[in-house]
């Protein structure tokens, strides 16, 4: 299984950009680059996957770096609701078996 | 977007009891569900991955027979807490996807203190 290495946190204005980094040097070819949020006391939420090119949804951007070893999860403009622990996950394998780090703690300033 | 129930959303059992928790997909067919906890200011930890209709798969170290797992339809999976102690107690979520997507939905999470 890759292994992820994220920030333990990140802290951010309200209304600014968020650029939220992730290390994955040792991902399989195969694998996706998932990422989910979680907000306080709930289940957590997909925010964007992709495989090799940048990917954009209305949630997010996510920038995939060419070797593919790591990822930037970019919100464009952060808002209170933002602050949440942001997981970067490669899947593991065709059955979809998701491996939780520890993520980054993304606190939002008003 | 896809829709993932759990119900309870909090339940307090006691000591040697047994709980069930239900997971349901409310708009599509969950052909794969997956049960995870989460204890305080930890990430999620998979427990097991079930398939409509057979036997669920447990991750290393987590018991079958005190965690059991039904997934009898494709809108349904269920977790039965059994002889549930202190030590039980956790945040489990429910996920489900189906074949026409690559994402995981999550339900809300059921807390479950044993006292």
């Known amino acids: 299984d890759a292994k992820t290495t994220q920030p333990n946190s990140m802290e951010s204005n309200e209304e600014e950009p968020v650029h939220l980094p992730c290390n994955h040097s040792?991902?399989?070819?195969?694998?996706?680059i998932h990422w989910y949020r979680q907000l306080p006391s709930q289940g957590p939420e997909y925010v964007i996957h992709g495989l090799t090119s940048n990917v954009n949804n209305r949630m997010a951007s996510l920038a995939i770096a060419e070797d593919r070893k790591s990822s930037t999860l970019i919100l464009h403009r952060a808002t209170l609701r933002d602050a949440a622990v942001y997981y970067c996950i490669p899947e593991a394998g065709n059955n979809r078996k998701l491996i939780w780090g520890l993520g980054t703690s993304l606190a939002v300033n008003p | 977007g896809a829709v993932v129930s759990q119900h309870p959303s909090r339940v307090i059992c006691k000591s040697g009891t047994s709980v069930k928790i239900e997971c349901r997909s409310l708009d599509f067919q969950a052909t794969t569900m997956f049960w995870y906890r989460q204890f305080p200011k930890q990430s999620l930890m998979l427990m097991a991955t079930s398939n409509e209709g057979s036997k669920a798969t447990y991750e290393q170290g987590v018991e079958k027979d005190k965690f059991l797992i039904n997934h009898a339809s494709l809108t349904l999976s269920t977790l039965t807490v059994t002889s549930a102690h202190p030590e039980d107690s956790s945040f489990y979520i429910c996920?489900?996807?189906?074949?026409?997507?690559?994402?995981?939905?999550f339900g809300p999470g059921t807390r479950l203190t044993v006292t």
């Open positions: 040792t991902i399989s070819g195969t694998d996706y």
């Open positions: 996920s489900a996807s189906s074949q026409a997507s690559d994402e995981q939905y």
